[in-house]
């Protein structure tokens, strides 16, 4: 194989491992987002301030109790923050 063939491939092949990451992030996103529309549901239209989108990111670790921890330190009941919490990693 050619140095010009093996650096071709090796750059198809990155591009398509970066491509691939990149096409996962919105999933990611998107399971945040459910998180902050739970909590702002309870709030009846009002935007959840910076603890809360804080507190979801950290439920997609896997830590569903620092998660509502974080949301009822935010002054989220503990039903919304369980079920939200929940939503991220999902």
Do not use: W
């Not at 398509?16 to 702002?40: S, Y």
């Not at 309870?42 to 990111?57: D, H, Q, T």
């Amino acid at each position: 194989m050619s140095t010009s063939t093996r650096i071709a491939s090796v750059l198809t092949g990155l591009t398509l491992a970066l491509g691939g990451a990149a096409l996962t992030a919105p999933a990611a996103h998107a399971d945040v987002t459910a998180c902050i529309n739970q909590v702002e549901r309870e709030l009846k239209g009002g935007e959840a301030p910076e603890s809360v989108r804080a507190a979801c990111y950290v439920a997609l670790t896997g830590a569903h109790d620092a998660c509502v921890s974080g949301l009822t330190a935010s002054s989220v009941t503990n039903g919304t923050a369980v079920t939200a919490c929940r939503l991220a990693p999902e």
